[in-house]
């Protein structure tokens, strides 16, 4: 029976923790649809929803249940089985980013410790990189089948900003990496917690304003929402999709803004971190569950900027967004980078 | 040429400087003006529950009155219909009959009498031709309706509730829409 000297416990632990973070991000996924149109309600002076339930708290679950009962339509000139590929990969790349994200330090049960993290790979960072660049199969693919010029030209429309954020962003990092050095999220996020570590953002207050631009084109969040430009493509790459394949492209677009917010507050803000407090006189398990909750807060914060910033400015020209993401972003992060490799030379002696 | 409002600006044509051609400060202050919205009072009014008040030149829909005793103050004199500028209205006249004293206040009335809501423009002038102030503009509006012959009110639905008969129907008539379309 050696074939079975496996530890089943770590699968059931992990199992339990994968059920628990794919369900908790799709539930935040759920309420922040709710929050987006709250805050852009408070932002413009009315109450947002405000009729299923008590504050319209029930409000996600109403438009979760109209957008399943509507009539599925697939259309006949479309490539049926790229147009149900589409949203199915956009929503796996959105949802795979969260295995390597480290929510906490480590719980320990009945004397067994605990990882708050499903996999700390020791490249989380590529990791996340890879599947984030997936994501851009869900809109081309699904553009693609569409068979619709307007979808097609979204997607080619987000391919190429994802490709020319994409380029800024991993130069921003490569800074961040020389810091830390090493590519594991949970070794980063340690670095900044260690005794008089400072958060990255002290650093990296450059490479962290770069990364948080390309955070917003990667997203196709406002201004760089070209791919769904509502008024110029009649919605985009999701225009001839209908029911909960719509769903899940809009839904995507939420989770793929949490897993980037806390992938900014792990790079930059210290994770799980609580500022002024050394987590190590905190018994374990309450330092683990006040470090989620810290992650969370940032992670609120983040995505409330992001929604702040969508109801404030409108959206790129499409080569304004190009200038901006080749000739400005680019140049800068290698600057950025070049400098950090300067100074940490300088102090190496 | 003459400005308009004080809060003309010309549109310069130089090119951007350096910290307008950053977008960074520009959108941090758009940032600023959004947020401060964030603790602006909201104007909303939640309809259905909270109403807002109609100020009180305010002219809707059209009630035909009754006198103290409860009877039909038109006389079918037409006064109104000619008044109308939309056209709107239109009337039968009849004459009373013996025992239809406590019905109607004057030997001539109005046995048919119709507004055509889709036409009326509620400019009150009718209100103002009338001499026996048995027409006047109330505080309701035409609720909405599926087709266009129920937009043309007959007399049943103008008539004021008896004020004898029906005291609370009366007091309620001035401020309710009329529910039997």
């Given at each position: 029976m050696t074939l079975l000297a496996f530890d089943w416990a770590l699968l059931l632990e992990k199992l339990i923790l994968i059920a628990i973070i794919v369900l908790a991000s799709l539930g935040i996924a759920l309420y922040t649809t709710f929050a987006e149109r709250k805050v852009a309600g408070a932002l413009q002076d009315r109450p947002g929803p405000n009729r299923a339930g008590p504050f319209g708290l029930f409000q996600p679950f109403a438009d979760g249940l109209k957008l399943i009962m509507k009539e599925e339509i697939i259309p006949n000139t479309s490539n049926k089985g790229l147009f149900i590929l589409g949203p199915a990969l956009a929503m796996t790349a959105a949802l795979m980013?969260?295995?390597?994200?480290?929510?906490?330090?480590?719980?320990?049960?009945?004397?067994?410790?605990?990882?708050?993290?499903?996999?700390?790979?020791?490249?989380?960072?590529?990791?996340?990189?890879?599947?984030?660049?997936?994501?851009?199969?869900?809109?081309?693919?699904?553009?693609?089948?569409?068979?619709?010029?307007?979808?097609?030209?979204?997607?080619?429309?987000?391919?190429?900003?994802?490709?020319?954020?994409?380029?800024?962003?991993?130069?921003?990092?490569?800074?961040?990496?020389?810091?830390?050095?090493?590519?594991?999220?949970?070794?980063?996020?340690?670095?900044?917690?260690?005794?008089?570590?400072?958060?990255?953002?002290?650093?990296?207050?450059?490479?962290?304003?770069?990364?948080?631009?390309?955070?917003?084109?990667?997203?196709?969040?406002?201004?760089?929402?070209?791919?769904?430009?509502?008024?110029?493509?009649?919605?985009?790459?999701?225009?001839?999709?209908?029911?909960?394949?719509?769903?899940?492209?809009?839904?995507?677009?939420?989770?793929?803004?949490?897993?980037?917010?806390?992938?900014?507050?792990?790079?930059?803000?210290?994770?799980?971190?609580?500022?002024?407090?050394?987590e190590s006189t905190l018994p374990v398990n309450t330092a683990a569950i006040l470090g989620v909750v810290a992650l969370l807060a940032k992670i609120v914060f983040f995505l409330f900027l992001f929604m702040w910033i969508r109801w404030t400015i409108p959206r790129f020209r499409y080569d304004q967004l190009m200038h901006v993401g080749w000739k400005n972003l680019i140049p800068l992060a290698l600057f950025n980078m070049l400098v950090t490799g300067a100074v940490i030379l300088w102090q190496q002696g | 040429m003459q400005a308009l409002t004080n809060r003309r600006k010309a549109v310069g044509r130089e090119p951007m400087t350096f910290m307008e051609r950053i977008y960074i400060p520009s959108i941090l202050k758009g940032m600023g003006i959004t947020f401060s919205h964030l603790f602006k009072k909201q104007p909303t009014i939640q309809y259905p529950e909270q109403k807002r008040e109609f100020s009180p030149v305010f002219r809707g829909l059209h009630v035909l009155n009754r006198d103290e005793e409860g009877r039909e103050r038109c006389t079918a004199c037409g006064l109104c219909a000619v008044a109308c500028p939309a056209e709107a209205i239109t009337m039968e006249a009849a004459e009373r009959m013996e025992g239809e004293e406590n019905k109607y206040r004057e030997e001539k009335y109005a046995a048919k009498y119709e507004i055509n809501m889709l036409r009326c423009i509620f400019c009150g002038l009718c209100e103002e031709a009338c001499p026996k102030d048995a027409i006047y503009l109330s505080e309701t509006f035409a609720p909405a309706n599926y087709n266009r012959k129920g937009f043309v009110y007959s007399k049943d639905d103008l008539l004021i509730p008896n004020p004898k008969t029906e005291p609370e129907a009366y007091a309620k008539a001035k401020g309710e829409p009329r529910t039997n379309n």
């Open positions: 980013t969260c295995a390597v994200i480290p929510w906490s330090s480590y719980i320990e049960i009945g004397g067994r410790k605990i990882d708050l993290q499903v996999a700390d790979i020791n490249i989380g960072v590529l990791y996340v990189f890879g599947v984030v660049s997936l994501g851009v199969y869900g809109i081309m693919i699904g553009g693609w089948a569409s068979n619709n010029k307007f979808s097609l030209m979204a997607a080619l429309r987000g391919a190429s900003q994802a490709i020319s954020y994409e380029l800024a962003m991993g130069l921003s990092l490569i800074a961040v990496l020389m810091i830390s050095g090493s590519l594991s999220l949970k070794t980063i996020v340690d670095g900044q917690m260690a005794e008089g570590g400072l958060w990255n953002i002290v650093y990296q207050p450059l490479g962290f304003i770069i990364f948080f631009i390309c955070a917003l084109a990667e997203c196709n969040r406002t201004p760089f929402d070209l791919p769904e430009a509502e008024n110029e493509l009649n919605m985009g790459y999701h225009q001839e999709y209908s029911s909960m394949k719509l769903g899940f492209y809009l839904f995507a677009e939420y989770v793929n803004m949490i897993m980037s917010s806390a992938v900014m507050a792990s790079l930059y803000f210290g994770g799980y971190d609580i500022p002024f407090l050394d | -």
